[in-house]
């Protein structure tokens, strides 16, 4: 029988396949009037495509009370001057935080500074960038990617970490492996659900199951004495959380996407929980944004709506 939660998630499933297809992308890309409607939908996700604009929302977000993280959006990297580009922007970035005293966090993907080329090339630039980092009391964190490379992610962490100590990791609660990694591993911590598609053998799909997963991390991340962004937008787990009164822990935060949700950020800090707000700037937002579609399905119909309107409002003043 087919019912709104099987449509939902083939929806997701196929979004995800959509968000890799290398030729789709292409085509949207050359293709300017697709562009430039897509790009009005992504705008409700991403600050803009250039450092600026990141800095901009931050700015806003953090006189209104949030922590926040900045992101140059960008992976699966595979020429050696992208790579090098890539990683002369964090640094930009991290440099402009530090000179304006701006309080954030940046976070980016291995495969984008080198990985996909080479570890050592990721590792180079990893260790480059945390160093001046130290030095700039800025915080980095490694975000997540498909699980065909988490071995190499959290070698290449788990090496610079022993040296840096400003540097954090994201863990996928949908991977099997995930509860292991975080008994090996040390640093501050963000917990993610998972937006890659991977298969049941290695993998929870979205339910209530991989829900009781994530609150099980969580417990065991605190226990352990992590520092801890619980990166979800799901009331049930952020309910357990206040519930069982692990937000008032040391270092513990609630850690959400920017456009998805402003109304429960904005209850949650007004309720004097912290609150931090993930930014994203960049030109290599299609993939965001297909993931942003795929974790929320009806997130599609405001993007119908975002992309038909001639002027959205400023997705800042959202955020109470």
């Known amino acids: 029988m087919i019912t709104t939660t099987n449509v939902e998630e083939q929806f997701s499933k196929t979004m995800k396949s959509i968000a890799r297809r290398a030729d789709l992308k292409a085509f949207v890309e ?19 495509e ?16 949030y922590a926040i ?16 580009h890539a990683a002369l922007e964090l640094t930009l970035l991290i440099h402009t935080l530090a000179q304006h005293g701006i309080p954030a966090r940046v976070s980016f993907d291995l495969s984008h500074i080198g990985l996909s080329i080479d570890s050592e090339l990721a590792y180079k630039n990893l260790t480059a960038m945390a160093a001046l980092a130290r030095q700039a009391d800025v915080e980095l964190f490694v975000s997540m990617e498909e699980s065909a490379k988490t071995d190499a992610i959290l070698s290449i962490y ?32 963000r917990i993610v659900k998972g937006a890659y598609q991977e298969t049941e053998k290695i993998a929870m799909p979205r339910s209530s199951a991989l829900n009781e997963r994530y609150i099980q991390l969580i417990e065991q991340a605190i226990r352990k004495g992590h520092r801890l962004s619980i990166a979800t937008h799901d009331e049930s787990i952020i309910d357990q959380v206040i519930k069982r009164g692990w937000i008032h822990e040391p270092g513990v935060e609630f850690e959400m996407l920017y456009g998805i949700r402003p109304d429960l950020s904005s209850r949650l800090k007004k309720a004097g929980y912290p609150v931090r707000i993930y930014l994203t700037f ?4 299609y993939l965001y944004l297909c993931h942003r579609i795929a974790e929320y399905p009806p997130n599609v119909f405001q993007t119908i ?3 038909t309107e001639a002027g959205a409002a400023d997705p800042v003043q959202n955020y109470e």
């Open 69 to 84: 993280s900045l992101e140059y959006i960008g992976e699966n990297t595979t020429d050696i001057q992208d790579c090098e």
């Open 30 to 48: 050359q293709t300017p009037a697709i562009y430039q409607l897509l790009q009005r939908a992504a705008a409700k996700y991403v600050t803009g």
């Open 158 to 189: 788990t090496k610079a970490a022993a040296v840096y100590p400003n540097l954090g990791i994201t863990l996928q609660a949908q991977l099997n492996r995930t509860a292991q990694d975080l008994t090996d591993i040390s640093g501050r911590i």
């Open 305 to 307: 709506l975002d992309m």
């Open 282 to 285: 960049g030109r290599e937002w």
């Open 50 to 65: 250039n450092r600026q604009d990141g800095l901009e929302v931050g700015r806003k977000l953090a006189d209104k009370g």
